[in-house]
Each structure stands twice: as structure tokens, then as C-alpha cells.
């Protein structure tokens, strides 16, 4: 998925979660979380709880990470 729609669905649920509160449960900074959903970092721990809360598989949202690319 794109940045700019894992934002959408995160704002559609923004009851549920947001950055700050994915953060918080994770123990990081929002900024780290912005950072892993604009793929300016890579985290696994950070890429799977973003899935969880909107709700899709980790591997689907951040496809180009878990995707092996045939050679």
C-alpha cells in the first residue's frame, strides 16, 4: 500500500488507532512510526503493528518488504 493510504485507513479509524497510540504501544516515537509507513526505515515490529491496525496483513501493506523478488 501506499503511505498516503495506510494514513487514510488510519485516520478512518482513528478512534481505534493513529500514530501516537500505535507508538505508545510499542514503546517508540511517533516519529519512528511515520518513518517505517513513508519507508524512510525499516522496522518489522513497527510494519506489523501499522497492519494490525488497519485491519490488513503485514505482507500486503508493506509488499516490497516481504515479497522475495524472483532473479
Not at 13 to 22: C, F, H, V
Not at 42 to 67: C, G, H, Q, T, W
Request: net charge positive.
Amino acid at each position: 500500500m501506499e503511505p498516503e493510504a495506510i494514513r487514510m485507513e488510519l485516520f478512518r479509524r482513528r478512534k481505534k488507532a493513529n500514530l501516537s497510540s500505535i507508538a505508545k504501544e510499542l514503546g517508540c516515537s511517533r516519529q519512528a512510526v511515520a518513518a517505517v509507513i513513508e519507508r524512510k526505515f525499516v522496522s518489522n515490529r513497527i510494519m506489523v503493528a501499522v497492519a494490525e491496525a488497519i485491519e490488513r496483513d503485514p505482507k500486503y501493506v508493506f509488499s516490497e518488504y516481504f515479497l522475495k523478488k524472483a532473479i
